[in-house]
T-cell receptor
Framework: RKEVEQDPGPFNVPEGATVAFNCTYS??????FFWYRQDCRKEPKLLMS???SGNEDGRFTAQLNRASQYISLLIRDSKLSDSATYLC?????????FGDGTTLTVKP | DTGVSQDPRHKITKRGQNVTFRCDPI?????LYWYRQTLGQGPEFLTY????????KSRLLSDRFSAERPKGSFSTLEIQRTEQGDSAMYLC????????????????FGPGTRLTVL
């Protein structure tokens, strides 16, 4: 079993749709959690950190459930520019473990 | 440009040759990471440095791989006796450290070095 697992998708949604991505992690001692975005042939970039209390940044909402070892990302009112691969990242004592990503394509 | 830079951007080599990649992190960042990424996979952790100290190295890394950060600034990743399976994008990232939070802040990635082993 991989340390960080994501549904690879692809998710194909129309503009304006709401889409949710899930991620599970295996190590209960994990300390920090993030969502990164990676565009095709580009480097990953931080989308948002994930906190136990949940956090929101505009159209993006991230949730962490430590008991279930589960992280989610919700994107509301999808834009064409949201098309990318979304990487779940779990950090423990200096080591960051990335999921394999979920690919989102937003269509007109 | 004050971001993370990597050199070269592309490297084509023959099996059995040695290659070395360089990463220049954001100057005030004391953590530096190396990752490897293949198509359809997320970045795979290789190693990381806190200043000049190499604090962790992936078990996946064979003895053919070595990384250094001699003065706590730039870092090099060397692959000896390259194999076709080494073909991948090699990503470097840097971050400051937040001791209060117990973990790193955002990691800033460089554009990567794409290695092709023929």
């Amino acid at each position: 079993r991989k340390e960080v697992e994501q549904d690879p998708g692809p998710f194909n949604v129309p503009e304006g749709a709401t889409v949710a991505f899930n991620c599970t992690y295996s190590n209960s001692a994990s300390q920090s959690f993030f969502w990164y975005r990676q565009d095709c042939r580009k480097e990953p970039k931080l989308l948002m950190s994930v906190y136990s209390s949940g956090n929101e940044d505009g159209r993006f909402t991230a949730q962490l459930n430590r008991a279930s070892q589960y992280i989610s990302l919700l994107i509301r009112d999808s834009k064409l520019s949201d098309s990318a691969t979304y990487l779940c990242v779990v950090h423990l004592r200096g080591k960051s473990t990335f999921g394999d990503g979920t690919t989102l394509t937003v269509k007109p | 440009d004050t971001g993370v830079s990597q050199d070269p951007r592309h490297k084509i080599t023959k099996r059995g040759q040695n290659v070395t990649f360089r990463c220049d992190p954001i100057s005030e960042h004391n953590r530096l990471y190396w990752y490897r990424q293949t198509l359809g996979q997320g970045p795979e952790f290789l190693t990381y440095f806190q200043n000049e100290a190499q604090l962790e190295k992936s078990r996946l890394l064979s003895d053919r791989f070595s990384a250094e950060r001699p003065k706590g600034s730039f870092s090099t990743l060397e692959i000896q006796r390259t194999e076709q399976g080494d073909s991948a994008m090699y990503l470097c990232a840097s971050s400051p450290t937040s001791y209060l939070a117990g973990g790193p802040l955002e990691q800033f990635f460089g554009p990567g070095t794409r290695l092709t082993v023929l």
